[in-house]
């Protein structure tokens, strides 16, 4: 069962950079597309963008202008970097994970790490 | 861009049946997955591709999809099912989810 492990800066000003990273333990790297979804204070769902082991990046337009994903295969992690956060950006971020395949059907979200509450404040 | 919409809640009395709806343009040329999320916890996989549950879900959890409407049913709905659920879809590389239902088992 893969585990995925998030960290990062929990708290930020208006206009500062967010960087988490997600550790992947216990599965395979390679042969998935690694992504970032997040979740404002009650509210739904929303899809960051994602990243493969080749580096390949596919960004949700809404977020592509400030957003940045990498990936680290000797570490088997990838991070997020978003820049100039505001309060709206305030949300529990999750890495999550997901087939890479040529088939559509299997492209769901089966394994999701604990997530991690991003405060924007002043 | 594509939008899916599902009702804020639905309220089930327990052993009967929920159904949990998902609407977008041409929903059904698209497969449709459905997450469970319960409070404080991070979503769930309950079912992928239109109507296969994953390993370790429960067989009274089943999905449909035609036409704009992809439909999450839970039948025989126990207190323990009392979550948001919320529908994905991918359009043009983008991941979609709908705005969540809120099911409440009373």
């Known amino acids: 069962q893969v585990q995925l492990q998030q960290w990062g800066a929990g708290l930020l000003k208006p206009s500062e950079t967010l960087s988490l990273t997600c550790a992947v333990y216990?599965?395979?790297?390679?042969?998935?597309?690694w992504s970032w979804i997040r979740q404002p204070p009650g509210k739904g769902l929303e899809w960051i963008g994602e990243?493969?082991?080749?580096?390949?990046?596919n960004y949700n337009p809404s977020l592509k202008s400030r957003l940045t994903i990498s990936v680290d295969t000797s570490k088997n992690q990838f991070s997020l970097k978003l820049t100039s956060m505001a309060a709206a950006d305030t949300a529990v971020y999750y890495c999550?994970?997901?087939?890479?395949?040529?088939?559509?059907?299997?492209?769901?979200?089966?394994?999701w790490g604990q997530g991690a509450l991003v405060t924007v404040s002043s | 861009s594509y939008e899916l919409t599902q009702p804020p809640s639905v309220s089930v009395s327990p052993g009967q049946t929920a159904s949990i709806t998902c609407s977008g343009d041409?929903?059904?040329?698209?497969?449709a997955c459905w997450y469970q999320q319960k409070p404080g916890q991070s979503p769930v996989l309950v079912i992928s591709?239109?109507?296969k549950r994953p390993s370790g879900i429960p067989e009274r959890f089943s999905g449909s999809n035609s036409g704009n409407t992809a439909t999450l049913t839970i039948s025989g709905t126990q207190a323990m099912d009392e979550a948001d659920y919320y529908c994905?879809?991918?359009?043009?590389?983008?991941?979609?989810f709908g705005g969540g239902t809120k099911l409440t088992v009373l």
């Open positions: 999550v994970r997901r087939l890479d395949g040529a088939a559509a059907g299997l492209h769901f979200f089966d394994s």
């Open positions: 216990t599965g395979s790297f390679s042969g998935y597309y």
């Open positions: 990243i493969n082991h080749r580096g390949d990046t």
């Open positions: 041409k929903l059904g040329n698209r497969y």
């Open positions: 591709q239109d109507a």
């Open positions: 994905q879809a991918w359009d043009s590389g983008i991941a979609v």
